[in-house]
């Protein structure tokens, strides 16, 4: 007669069992839902790279906000597409009172005072050189970089702002942003650091929403390569030793492991950007009958919790909240 002292099978043996020793659970709560805005009026632009997901001016955003709300997700986080006459060298535009994306913070905090609103903090929307730093002389700048970083997170607090997030990856630039919000009277206001943000190929439909590709040359001299995790740790040490509020990880599917990582060995939030490329391929497949998409989508952004994020930045937040609700 066979022994077998262990039946790990008896707590998979019905759909109440297993909910009962479910060790992860996905919730609307766990989600930032990145959404696109640009100039104009009564515009609502679908990005052919990402189905379902569109460019807002702030009228239609602000009606599809009441949607998003209704539907539980409490964080959304903004990204500005700007035409190409309004970048320059210096991004400018991105501290300008009465432009395009901070009257869009401020017109959404006004209209829902409890949403909690993320920014994105980098020059590439605003620069006409299409990189996250200041370019000289075919070089990206580090340090001149910091103070336009730390006044374009200055204006984004002042018109609303509840998180802060620097994407561009200059060194310092955490510690940097956090002394010039304290000093204007924003510390409450949070930063999540893009902590370790890989030099992925998976930004492309991101990059068509905003027209944003750099005009020469790659990140790779900021963005980390994607065959290093140690320095992941270095990245983390500095951000959090710096004043960061949460870690991010991007992107989140080739990169379960960094957010492990960051997980096993800071007690800050761990944060994961399931980006423009996983979204993209889930739709595609989907589209062509190769998987199942809802199956497919909750089994991607469940290995995205179960690998440790406690916020996940996703396209993919408003399905989910839908089957939630069914």
């Known amino acids: ?60 955003l602000l009606e599809e906000l009441r949607e998003v709300t209704d539907l539980g997700i409490k964080s959304v986080c903004l990204f500005p597409n700007y035409a190409e006459n309004k970048k320059d060298k210096y991004a400018t535009e991105s501290t300008k009172d009465n432009t395009l994306y901070l009257n869009v913070l401020r017109a959404v905090k006004d209209k829902f005072p409890d949403l909690a609103i993320m920014t994105d903090v980098a020059m590439d929307p605003y620069s006409s050189d299409g990189h996250d730093g200041l370019v000289e002389n075919g070089q990206i700048v580090n340090d001149a970089t910091l103070d336009i970083l730390a006044r374009m997170a200055v204006a984004q607090a002042r018109a609303g702002a509840d998180i802060i997030g620097p994407s561009d990856m200059m060194d310092g630039r955490v510690g940097y942003i956090r002394a010039a919000l304290d000093a204007d009277g924003h510390s409450n206001v949070s930063i999540m650091a893009y902590t370790a943000k890989y030099a992925s190929a998976f930004y492309g439909p991101f990059r068509d929403a905003l027209d944003s590709a750099p005009r020469f040359g790659d990140k790779k001299t900021y963005q980390m390569n994607p065959a290093n995790s140690r320095e992941a740790l270095i990245e983390a040490r500095l951000d959090y030793q710096e004043g960061a509020d949460f870690l991010m990880v991007k992107p989140a599917l080739a990169y379960l492991d960094i957010i492990k990582a960051l997980n096993d060995n800071f007690d800050l939030p761990i944060a994961a950007y399931n980006v423009s490329g996983e979204y993209a391929m889930v739709k595609a497949a989907a589209s062509n009958g190769w998987l199942d998409h809802d199956r497919a989508m909750l089994e991607m952004l469940l290995s995205i919790k179960r690998a440790g994020a406690k916020v996940i930045l996703t396209y993919f937040a408003k399905e989910v909240a839908r089957l939630q609700a069914t």
């Open 1 to 60: 007669m066979i022994q077998i002292t262990q039946r790990p099978r008896r707590n998979r043996k019905s759909e109440a069992v297993r909910a009962l020793v479910e060790e992860n659970k996905l919730a609307v709560s766990d989600f930032i839902f990145p959404m696109f805005v640009l100039d104009g009026h009564g515009i609502k632009d679908e990005i052919k790279s990402m189905p379902s997901i569109y460019r807002f001016s702030v009228d239609t």
